[in-house]
């Protein structure tokens, strides 16, 4: 199993036995009557504190012991005599497993910005702040898959590489093994995709949602967790062209048990990282607290295990886009004139700080919203009596507005052929698709999370590429 980790000897070593630590130096700081090294391996948030007796090692040693420089301490744990940690190692030995020259390592004991550690992904783990990001994302999807599971559903592996466009919206990484300086061309003069791997255009899934509906449709209730990739020239702090996706299909789930599904499920991952990441959130949450210190008390965010709490403890307020609609024409903000995006009327797409309002202004809690105009919505989701709105819903939470969104997908042939038509979808490239509707259709439901924007709201980052660990966004495919 290896040796012990510091997260294992803080936790259950006893005192006045001998250990082994392995880590990187966080720091090192020399006194008169002891040399104390700082060491993290990054199984947890605290370092464990080496100390050893000056003239105990050689002058040339301790020179290669600095910021970044990776150990092997052995000695005795045992009580320690200054503050911040209840046992230290008195070192009996030490081995430099290698070194990092501090004229060069970017990392020092100082504050540096998210952007500069972005130019450095490759070392940026080692810091405090994304050593936690990166324990709360494994726990979040570690969560993910025991919720599913223990809830009956199958996992199921969807393509990455696809020739269906699940969204609609065309912004897709091409797939081609064709030579881009020789391409082969049909007598008309346009690409032959003929002659490409696989006969035709393929690209980078966007969601694994058509798939996935495949599976529902004999397993009744699957999930999928894997990388989406988005060819979306967005510079914004909340958009990756490369991301992970959770999404869950369920035959027999109407859109209020979709809708029970989603609550119940984000109340309990988040649940998961509050009782197992305490040391992680609360550094965050004081990482957050400080950056905000400056700002006016009105622009600075909710605590964030308050925000978490915020989530886990209501329950969500359920209501229509209609509903939704009117409450904002009647709001003060679209009376003030204090939206950036005014409200003008049925039909609109909500923006995020539409969504804020109702969740942080109006019903002070997380919101679903249901029953969207058709116009503004997928293709997939199934029409309501009256035509004009869809079975869809977005769950609103604080800070980012959607955080999921989901439908009743429509399971009716004739009614999904032509939505298919209507929006110019060439039925022959959804053949498969549309043939569900025809062998033993089914009512069913589903919706999508993007893994990022859950990690996001958790960690309180205010940029969706510092909660992933090599951030793939317009001309960045570094690392």
Known sequence: ??????????????????????????????????????????????????????????????????????????????????????????????????????????????????????????????????????????????????????????????????????????????????DLNNLPRTEEGAINFKEDFFGREANLTVSGQLEGELGAMALSKIYTFGPTFRAENSNTTRHLAEFWMIEPEMAFFELKDNMDLAEDFVKKVITYALTNCKDDLNFLQNRLTEEEKNKPQNERSLPLL?????????????????????????????????????VTGWGIDLSSEHERYLVEKHFKKPVILTNYPREIKSFYMKLDEDGKTVRAMDVLFPGIGEIIGGSQREENYEKLLGRVKEIGIDPENLWWYLETRKFGTAPHSGFGLGFERLVQFVTGMGNIRDVIPFPRYPKSAEF
């Open 1 to 178: 199993m290896g040796p012990l980790q510091i997260k294992e000897i803080l936790q259950t070593a006893p005192e006045n036995q001998s250990v082994v630590v392995k880590g990187w130096v966080r720091t090192k700081r020399e006194s008169k009557n002891a040399i104390f090294i700082a060491l993290n391996d990054g199984s947890t948030i605290h370092n464990i504190q080496a100390v050893a007796e000056p003239g105990q090692f050689s002058a040339e040693l301790l020179l290669t012991i600095t910021t970044g420089s990776c150990l092997k301490v052995t000695g005795l744990l045992v009580p320690s005599l200054g503050s911040g940690q209840t046992v230290e190692v008195k070192i009996t030995d030490i081995e430099v497993y290698g070194t990092a020259d501090p004229e060069e390592y970017p990392l020092q004991p100082k504050k540096h910005s998210l952007e500069f550690l972005r130019e450095i992904a490759h070392l940026r783990p080692r810091t405090n702040t994304f050593s936690a990001i990166l324990r709360i994302r494994h726990a979040l999807a570690f969560a993910v898959h025991q919720y599913f599971n223990d809830n009956g559903f199958f996992y199921l592996h969807t393509p990455v590489i696809t020739a269906s466009d699940a969204e609609g919206a065309g912004e897709m990484f091409r797939v081609t093994t064709l």
């Open 306 to 342: 308050e925000k978490l709490a915020f989530v886990v403890d209501n329950p969500f307020e359920r209501l229509t886009y209609t509903e939704a609609i009117e409450i904002l024409l009647k709001s003060k903000p679209q009376k003030e004139g204090k939206f950036q995006f005014p």
